[in-house]
């Protein structure tokens, strides 16, 4: 018997998860900010996290990283740690409170790099099946000589891990990041259909991108109300009804 | 007792293309709750090893240079989520056993664990995780050539856990778990879990189950018959002039 894998549909959580995922350099995280902006705009409460930026695990895995103690396995773990501490300290509480929540990059990152670096495909998607599958999956999707123009140009190095120098792919950072891309791009395609990601067009203008991703995102959140919003409508009825009684 | 000759309990370390011809060593693990007597017993069986000529590498948990820090700083805050307690731990476990129990088993040395995977499992147990996502997890561990489990009612850790400390643990009490707000109470109820737990692990994986109220020679000598047969079948004997 095979139980379910991956991520799943957590009842319990009213709130709003989306995501954006794709290759460095894709402009995914321009386009989540801008999306914030808007969301925020209509007056929504917002919640913004992102890869790898947990207080607790940051420094250590940076260190860890310098020191180039990964194998694939802690590599893989050490980002699950993180991950894990933002999800039951941020992400989880924020959906359960019923609010939106917004992520540059998801456990789909950790499953493109982590399986380009040889871990099991199946033993990930066990790993990080306590996380919930987002409500809206963006991949801006790129032809791989545009992303990595982008990501090049204006930059001296690439860090040793960034270029996926530790799989041993070329001793040239440079051609060793084209080809880890490579990899990392397959992972992202191969996992568009099964894990139901909107595909974006990166090659289309910011702010065509934009408008779509807010069309987009406007239809998922047609039945959805904050309940931040709520207490405020719930709190100036109290308070005209305190106003009639007084008066 | 382990019928498995699988080299890892799920689907292992795939990029290390490893195989039992190139593990010419040993693993020997020691489980058993806080004041079981593993260290001593540890300790014994490494000073036994040496004196036969065996190179030996004695290892534990939570020792590693890559979250050991991670782990102790969580602790004292006490703000760790449970998943995230048990990736760290995880991680640490991992790092252990790629960067120390491998190599020195690829070296010939005979590997004496004083705890492994079974104690983060029954840890994460006892908080609620769910067993076959914890199986999976740990699929990257090599299955140990022997297990000892030293088994002890939770009424015996409690004197012991007095007599060496003082006073007892947060931790080894599982206040965490809130099982009571009461230390001594919730020592006892968090000591039975895990017990449970054990003995529940046990029907699974298949330890060398001891009782740990027999004094320390007694179980020394069992342990080291039991790791005589297990050298003498795989290992080639170094040392006869004792």
């Not at chain 1, 929504?44 to 895995?61: A, G, P």
């Amino acid at each position: 018997m095979k139980k379910a894998r991956g991520a799943r549909s957590y009842k319990n959580l009213p709130g709003k998860l989306i995501i954006v995922e794709g290759c460095d350099g894709s402009g995914k995280s321009t386009q989540i900010y801008l999306l914030k902006k808007w969301l925020e705009s209509k007056g929504y409460f917002v919640f913004f996290t992102e890869w790898n930026s947990s207080d607790l695990m940051k420094k250590y895995t940076k260190k860890a990283k310098r020191k180039n103690l990964l194998t694939p396995t802690t590599f893989s773990l050490i980002h699950a740690s993180d991950f894990a501490d933002r999800y039951e300290k941020l992400i989880q509480p924020h959906l359960r409170a019923g609010h939106i929540v917004l992520a540059d990059r998801y456990i789909y990152t950790a499953y493109a790099r982590d399986i380009a670096r040889g871990c099991d495909a199946e033993w990930l998607r066990n790993l990080y099946n306590f996380a919930t599958k987002p409500t809206l999956a963006f991949y801006f999707r790129a032809p791989l000589e545009i992303s990595l123009s982008r990501i090049l140009t204006g930059r001296d190095e690439i860090k040793y891990h960034e270029a996926g120098m530790d799989l041993g792919l070329s001793k040239d950072p440079v051609e060793s990041f084209k080809l880890f891309q490579g990899i990392i791009k397959e992972q992202y395609d191969h996992m568009a259909a099964i894990e139901g990601f909107t595909i974006m067009d990166a090659t289309k203008s910011i702010e065509e991108q934009q408008v779509e991703m807010r069309q987009i995102v406007e239809k998922a959140l047609v039945n959805y109300s904050s309940p931040i919003n709520c207490a405020k409508e719930i709190q100036s009825k109290i308070m005209v009804s305190i106003k009639q009684a007084e008066g | 007792m382990s019928v498995t000759d699988n080299l890892y309990y799920g689907i292992g370390l795939p990029y290390l293309k490893l195989d039992r011809m190139t593990l010419s060593g040993k693993l020997i693990v020691i489980e058993g709750a806080d004041c079981s007597g593993r260290s001593t017993q540890v300790a014994l069986l490494k000073e036994w090893l040496e004196s036969n000529g065996h190179a030996v590498l004695d290892t534990g948990l939570r020792r590693s240079d890559l979250v050991g820090e991670a782990i102790e700083e969580a602790k004292k805050g006490h703000t760790l989520g449970k998943k995230t307690l048990s990736l760290l731990y995880a991680t640490d476990f991992a790092d252990q056993l790629e960067n120390k129990i491998i190599p020195a088993m690829k070296a010939g040395y005979i590997v004496l664990a004083d705890r492994y995977i079974f104690t983060l499992m029954v840890r994460d147990l006892v908080r609620g995780a769910d067993k076959a996502w914890l199986r999976e997890l740990f699929g990257f561990a090599l299955v140990p050539d022997q297990i000892f489990y030293l088994s002890l009612e939770p009424d015996t850790l409690l004197h012991r856990a007095l007599l060496k400390y003082g006073h007892l643990d947060y931790w080894e009490s599982g206040m965490d778990v809130c099982l009571s707000s009461d230390m001594f109470d919730s020592f006892t109820r968090y000591q039975t879990d895990l017990k449970d737990k054990f003995d529940e692990l046990d029907l699974d994986y298949g330890f060398d189950k001891i009782d740990g109220t027999r004094s320390p020679d007694e179980i020394q000598d069992y342990i080291r018959k039991k790791v005589s047969v297990l050298l003498k079948k795989k290992m080639p004997v170094i040392s006869k002039d004792r």
